[in-house]
């Protein structure tokens, strides 16, 4: 599909605006390290973690499937983008002002309201998503579509590394619950100045498609997996590769239930993600033309397996530095392919659909935290490690079947 040059550029600055403070928000709220962290010391164990994570990587893309049907009767979606962002910026005040007056609020009311609010930031997020798929499928020309993710990343990386910074001497500056409380409250301001790329967007092309029931809704979703057949493998993918999303939030717990991590060490562990995820994005940045996102992944899945064998051979603190670094890079490589295989799967007339599609797909990744927290309790992290291990190394098998081509 062509786009008219200059609504694609106005939309590539607008998406790129958006990205950037995205990124200086996003380590405010890293659900890798930060998150983790404040739900430990707010009180919470393996199992809180369990919830917590699950309602954020797992649960908020699982709801996509509900948002869809909705979402895929409406032409324009520009102001549903706008709305899902603007919830997103108020559960961060919420949970700010929370964090801040917490002395007033018993401790098992408190991990409640914690997952109630974070519920919110996860709904509302994967509201937007759809809304930002189908926008920038149609808005943005193909030919800049594998140059914008890559750009995509390295800005998130370079505002990831001023955030990281930022939340790192925050962390340490005031004790819990005021350190982050005034990281939460900092993470809502950025993310409320990313907001207003979108109010720049140029939504000219309507898409969608209509849908009349529910019982409509699964007739349409059945046809689109018979005609076309990838997307059950994509499906495969994300329910395997997809875990590579929950696995750092149990290191963090791994490493303050094992070796007493504090905040500092909080502070560093999210600072070697970050010098992974932006290493690894600057090298696809400047390899976009000649590799292809089948070989992105099949080098993810690799890393997938190394990270927790490390852990299971190595049960040293120093280990955790070097499986952030990989972690970081895990992240950014199954991010920037993950999105770009879904537009290659899609078109515009079905693109809402399709991320509705590939939300109820992420049923593995939903769950596999909860019984990841549960594992850890009852079993120990070794067995949650075999786990999760021999899930990522299915995932070989469904980049194969997806057969990306670009």
Not at 101 to 118: K, V
Request: hydrophobic share 50%; with cysteine; net charge positive.
């Amino acid at each position: 599909m062509t786009v008219d040059a200059r609504v694609s550029s106005n939309n590539f600055k607008a998406f790129l605006w958006h990205t950037a403070f995205l990124a200086l928000a996003s380590n405010f709220m890293d659900v890798d390290t930060v998150l983790p962290a404040m739900l430990i010391e707010s009180g919470g164990n393996a199992m809180h973690l369990g919830v917590l994570t699950m309602v954020l990587l797992g649960g908020g893309s699982f709801t996509q499937l509900f948002f869809a049907p909705y979402l895929s009767n409406q032409p324009f979606k520009k102001k549903y983008l706008i709305g899902g962002i603007n919830a997103r910026v108020f559960s961060l005040i919420g949970l700010g002002s929370l964090l801040y007056f917490s002395a007033q609020i018993g401790p098992g009311a408190m991990l409640w309201l914690i997952i109630l609010l974070l519920t919110v930031f996860s709904l509302s997020g994967a509201f937007a998503s759809v809304c930002y798929t189908d926008i920038l499928g149609k808005s943005i020309d193909e030919s800049a579509r594998k140059p914008f993710f890559s750009i995509r990343q390295v800005a998130t990386g370079i505002g990831a590394f001023i955030s990281a910074f930022l939340a790192q001497r925050m962390l340490v500056l005031e004790a819990y619950p005021k350190n982050y409380a005034f990281m939460f409250l900092t993470g809502s301001l950025a993310l409320f100045i990313a907001s207003f790329g979108f109010w720049k967007l140029k939504e000219t092309v309507p898409s969608g498609m209509a849908i009349r029931s529910l019982r409509h809704f699964l007739s349409v979703m059945s046809r689109e997996m018979r005609e076309t057949p990838r997307l059950a493998y994509f499906l495969g993918f994300i329910n395997t590769q997809g875990l590579t999303l929950a696995f750092l939030p149990f290191v963090t717990l791994y490493a303050k239930t094992s070796f007493q991590a504090n905040a500092g060490d909080t502070g560093t562990f999210l600072m070697f993600k970050v010098a992974g995820l932006v290493s690894v994005s600057l090298l696809i940045f400047f390899l976009v033309k000649n590799v292809k996102y089948r070989t992105l992944l099949y080098g993810n899945t690799v890393v997938g397996v190394l990270l927790p064998l490390s852990l299971l051979l190595i049960p040293e603190k120093w280990i955790l530095f070097p499986v952030f670094l990989l972690g970081g890079v895990s992240v950014a490589v199954y991010s920037i392919s993950m999105n770009g295989v879904m537009l290659e799967l899609s078109g515009n007339h079905n693109r809402a659909l399709c991320s509705g599609i590939a939300g109820a797909g992420n049923l593995l990744p939903a769950l596999f935290p909860l019984a990841g927290g549960w594992l850890i309790q009852h079993q120990g992290f070794p067995a949650f490690l075999i786990l999760y291990m021999g899930i990522l190394a299915l995932s070989g098998y469904f980049v194969h079947k997806v057969n990306c081509q670009k």
